[in-house]
T-cell receptor, first 112, second 112 residues
Framework: GENVEQHPSTLSVQEGDSAVIKCTYSDSASNYFPWYKQELGKGPQLIID?????GEKKDQRIAVTLNKTAKHFSLHITETQPEDSAVYFC???????????FGRGTSLIVHP | DSGVTQTPKHLITATGQRVTLRCSPR?????VYWYQQSLDQGLQFLIQYYNGEERAKGNILERFSAQQFPDLHSELNLSSLELGDSALYFCASSVGAGDEQYFGPGTRLTVT
């Protein structure tokens, strides 16, 4: 089955800095890669996703890049704000399946 | 607010007992997913229903079962509870079987 590795497990930045979270996946047939943000006491919230026919996608301060050859994808957050502090999960949908396999999560801490 | 509702928010019960968790999907969504989130296992997919029918099964124990009713709400039944079943249980919904998933706020289960 699919295996998703996510790094780092913890990321601490100063407000205004950029943050990058990286994930790798094992199944070359995976074609859908969502990113979720989970705040304390809440459920994961879909913040951005990318499909395998696209190399990059942006939404305001958030961007995701995908390298299918290397089987890795990354989340980039620019101009970080304290409200960006949360746990971020990457996921990959194995080919033919609509069920994502999740990474273990990255705890992002943005210091004011 | 994702539009997915889950009840109860918290549940404390003893080993050997049985509990039922309830999920109402977003209006118009036909697919419901159940996930378990624990500190050591991360976010694990349990089971998916689409328009009342079981669509996919993950790492769901035989002691656990689920169903989706004609009004599309879903229930997850956990029986013969063990201490290790203590976790957050999330429900997610999507329009179709392969669309973006939206998570509910979760039910925190504590087995004592």
């Amino acid at each position: 089955g699919e295996n998703v590795e996510q790094h780092p497990s913890t990321l601490s930045v100063q407000e205004g800095d950029s943050a990058v979270i990286k994930c790798t996946y094992s199944d070359s047939a995976s074609n859908y890669f969502p990113w979720y943000k989970q705040e304390l006491g809440k459920g994961p919230q879909l913040i951005i996703d990318i499909r395998s026919n696209v190399g990059e996608k942006k939404d305001q301060r958030i961007a995701v890049t995908l390298n299918k050859t290397a089987k890795h994808f990354s989340l980039h957050i620019t101009e970080t704000q304290p409200e960006d502090s949360a746990v971020y999960f990457c996921a990959a949908n194995p080919g033919g399946s609509y069920i994502p396999t999740f990474g273990r999560g990255t705890s992002l801490i943005v210091h004011p | 607010d994702s539009g997915v509702t889950q009840t109860p928010k918290h549940l404390i019960t003893a080993t050997g007992q049985r509990v039922t968790l309830r999920c109402s999907p977003r209006s118009g969504d036909l697919s419901v997913y159940w996930y378990q989130q624990s500190l050591d296992q991360g976010l694990q997919f349990l089971i998916q229903y689409y328009n009342g029918e079981e669509r996919a099964k993950g790492n769901i124990l035989e002691r656990f079962s689920a169903q989706q009713f004609p009004d599309l709400h879903s229930e997850l039944n956990l029986s013969s509870l063990e201490l290790g079943d203590s976790a957050l249980y999330f429900c997610a919904s999507s329009v179709g079987a392969g669309d973006e998933q939206y998570f509910g706020p979760g039910t925190r289960l504590t087995v004592t």
